[in-house]
């Protein structure tokens, strides 16, 4: 079902203001790349007359992002949205990434608010989402702190999620394997996989029961993967952004993870999620540590996904209020009163 556009907007009292928020992470979160202590979000609100509408993006290094540059690239639009610029235009005046996926979630938020309808409703989704169960991100450490932390969170987290980074990570799943022998594993390698590891650990990851690795190679090195055969699924992450990244993912890769700082917001995401389907990939839905505001539009597209990964707010200190409800691994749907 195509996605309708916004409708008309109130032109002469829209207004678009963006700052930044900093939210301390519990501990820290490890990955192949590094550490952070903090989520650094940026906000945009979009008001019109008593309505306001507002997104969050996370800018990713990994990307070329900053929170500057991303907050800069957003204030140069004001003018076009008190125009009456729509998520048509935003799409050709941005390209996919945090700075659009902001604007673009705050853009449906102010459609809903200013209709008096759901955003799933005015998506053309055929009904509205449901409660879903994420991962928890075990991230990466030395092979007794992550079995702790596994042990700490599988009675009430059943898929985990373990941020790898190569050497020493076949003891790493084991160690966390032990500890969480009822959990549901897959593995996040974050691009920091050679492909003789992968050929390595694949069978012995297979064997502890893990179900995906994500991202096992370097984004740009996607085609050495082709007519390999891993007992273990791969799936793609750094590799996939937008709709364009799909088509020369096949036969790579059977899991690809939509992530809206990717996609460049929801309305690509939805485009994204019918593709991927069509196209035979199971999906994961991802985020990044972020606060609830940030996963509340991915919870439309993780409904029916295989894998959803949408447990930034849990990584955090301290969530937005009011922010999404989590019961352990259980997620409800946002309320309008945070998004939608």
Not at 46 to 54: A, C, I, K, L, N
Not at 78 to 87: I, Y
Not at 242 to 262: C, M, P, Q, T, W
Not at 301 to 316: E, F, H, N, T
């Amino acid at each position: 079902m195509p996605i309708p556009d916004s409708p008309p907007p109130t032109l002469s009292n829209r207004h678009l203001s963006v700052r930044c928020e900093r939210f301390p992470i519990r501990g820290a979160f490890r990955i192949a790349r590094g550490a952070k202590t903090e989520a650094a979000v940026v906000v945009v609100e979009v008001t019109d007359g008593p309505h306001r509408g507002w997104g969050e993006c996370v800018p990713y290094a990994r990307y070329g992002e900053s929170v500057e540059g991303v907050m800069d690239a957003l204030a140069g639009l004001a003018d076009a949205v008190a125009a009456g610029l729509d998520r048509a235009g935003l799409a050709a005046a941005l390209p996919p990434g945090a700075a659009r996926n902001a604007l673009d979630c705050a853009l449906w938020d102010l459609e809903a608010k200013r209709a008096g309808a759901p955003v799933w409703r005015l998506a053309g989704l055929d009904q509205p989402p449901g409660p879903l169960t994420t991962c928890y991100t075990l991230s990466v450490d030395e092979p007794a702190a992550m079995a702790a932390a596994a042990r700490e969170r599988a009675d009430r987290h059943p898929l985990l999620k373990m941020k790898l980074t190569g050497a020493g990570d076949l003891d790493r799943v084991a160690a966390v394997r032990a500890a969480a022998p009822a959990a549901r594993l897959v593995v996040d390698a974050n691009e920091g996989w050679t492909l003789d590891q992968l050929a390595d650990f694949g069978p012995a990851l297979a064997a502890l029961g893990v179900e995906m690795i994500e991202q096992p190679l370097p984004a740009g090195q996607d085609e050495a993967l082709r007519g390999v055969s891993c007992p273990v699924p791969l799936g793609a992450d750094e590799s996939c952004h937008g709709l364009e990244s799909l088509e020369r993912l096949r036969g790579l890769y059977r899991v690809v993870n939509i992530k809206l700082d990717k996609t460049g917001g929801l309305t690509e995401a939805l485009a994204m999620r019918r593709a991927a389907d069509a196209l035979g990939f199971d999906v994961m839905v991802g985020c990044m540590v972020a606060t609830s505001l940030a996963m509340a539009p991915a919870v439309l597209i993780a409904q029916g996904a295989r894998y959803v990964d949408l447990d930034g707010p849990l990584l955090l200190a301290t969530d937005r209020a009011p922010g999404l409800a989590y019961d352990g691994a259980r997620l409800s749907p946002p309320t309008p009163d945070l998004w939608g």
